[in-house]
């Protein structure tokens, strides 16, 4: 089902977009910081409502389960209903969440608000990373995507440290930091109100979902690359669900503080790894980016073994660099695969892999802890992943071997299976 929406608009000055930059980049750094305030904050969760931990990561899991769902509905609805409007449901969505959270007398609410948390990072991760390139300075091309990407990790951090330092110094510690952020995300939008609309065109409005896309010359390349960011994916949903786990096993306390900070750390490393990423030829960055998560999945195992915090957290900064490279990598090798036509699909489908590693891992994980005990589970989680990574370095290696492998990333193969069917048959008839 489609209709068409009239999109009004025209070019900005300098300042205009300028402005509108900057204004985009606070709104889209207001609506992630929601992401990731509960997750300090799932110990007492667990403890105030009792639930065992496999039910706290499927509280976790409820947010990428509904990120999912809005990318493949309403990944283009920024370029029909425009950049503001999209934000606009984005801030109003994530202020649902945050007040969810901060009314919630049962868990029940508690899955509310994390729908909602999915439905608001879905729709400003595709409309604002969109608004930032439309912006962005026209001396400064790339600025728009490097700060999209950074806004992404920072802010992911930023409201994991925010919720954890509000919970250990001030009252109501599951109440003060969604109401500050409902304060926040209501400055964002008196900010939309000052933002230029740059999708001035009448377009198709779908609801139709992108469809996956497989291409069949590309398979294994896009398999390598779907499942580094799968593990990548998993790494950091571990965390994020279990951080005040791992933290009272680690350091012996229920430091609220230092489960944000062990949040933070990972996403803000990832962040700032990637400047370094970037000046690296892009088919060296994956295999490098994966054997440096591999190194700190094994730092990650033998901290929690031996509940060594500072083992832990040095863990985390190294597998913040690891993952920086790894998510940077394998998203630019999904990029450059298939034909413009078919590319929306193909991106689809390593998201799809990627944020199936924020569910079925990380809710493994937490079934595993009930079960067997936080070390065990983390020796399993950690021996699996870097599995996983060993086999994406040998098939990278296996599809250097049988592909053209340019500067660009782009995996082509010499030639197409139905070519080669044509070709052997024209030798026939002759």
């Not at 900057?22 to 904050?41: E, R």
């Not at 950690?382 to 290696?397: F, I």
């Amino acid at each position: 089902m489609s209709w068409k929406v009239p999109i009004s608009g025209a070019g900005q000055t300098s300042n205009q977009r300028r402005r509108g930059f900057v204004l985009v980049a606070v709104t889209y750094a207001a609506v992630l910081v929601g992401v990731t305030l509960p997750s300090p904050l799932y110990g007492i969760y667990q403890v105030e409502y009792g639930l065992s931990t496999a039910q706290v990561t499927a509280l976790f899991a409820t947010y990428p389960a509904v990120v999912l769902v809005v990318l493949a509905f309403t990944g283009t609805w920024s370029d029909a209903l425009g950049r503001r409007a999209c934000l606009l449901i984005a801030v109003l969505t994530s202020m649902a969440s945050s007040v969810a959270f901060l009314l919630a007398e049962s868990p029940q609410l508690l899955f509310v608000g994390r729908a909602f948390t999915g439905v608001a990072s879905g729709l400003v991760v595709a409309s604002a990373n969109a608004a930032l390139i439309d912006l962005e300075p026209y001396h400064r091309k790339g600025l728009g995507s490097l700060a999209s990407s950074t806004i992404n990790q920072v802010g992911l951090g930023v409201g994991a440290l925010a919720a954890g330092l509000a919970a250990d110094h001030l009252s109501a510690p599951t109440r003060t930091a969604y109401a500050a952020h409902v304060v926040i995300v209501a400055l964002a939008l008196v900010a939309l109100a000052f933002v230029p609309e740059t999708a001035p065109r009448t377009t198709t409005f779908s609801v139709r979902p992108t469809a996956p896309t497989l291409p069949i010359e590309h398979r294994a390349a896009l398999f390598a690359a779907s499942a580094a960011g799968f593990a990548a994916f998993a790494f950091c949903g571990l965390v994020a669900a279990l951080a005040p786990f791992f933290v009272w096993h680690v350091a012996g306390a229920d430091h609220h503080t230092e489960a944000g900070a062990a949040v933070f750390t990972l996403f803000v490393m990832s962040a700032v790894s990637q400047a370094g990423w970037s000046r690296i030829e892009p088919n060296v960055v994956t295999r490098r980016a994966l054997i440096t998560f591999v190194v700190s999945l094994a730092g990650f195992v033998a901290g929690v073994a031996a509940a060594t915090s500072w083992a832990f957290f040095a863990a985390l900064c190294l597998a913040g660099v690891g993952v920086g490279g790894v998510f940077m990598g394998s998203l630019q090798t999904a990029n450059g695969l298939g034909d413009p036509d078919h590319r929306s699909g193909v991106v689809m489908t390593y998201f799809l892999a990627t944020f199936a590693g924020l569910i079925i891992p990380v809710v493994g994980a937490g079934w595993l802890i009930d079960h067997s005990g936080l070390r065990t589970a983390a020796v399993t989680f950690g021996t699996l992943l870097s599995l996983v990574c060993a086999c994406c370095l040998v098939g990278e290696r296996a599809c250097q071997m049988v592909c053209v492998w340019p500067r660009c990333h782009t995996l082509r193969f010499p030639m197409r299976v139905g070519s080669l069917r044509r070709s052997r048959h024209d030798e026939h008839d002759h």
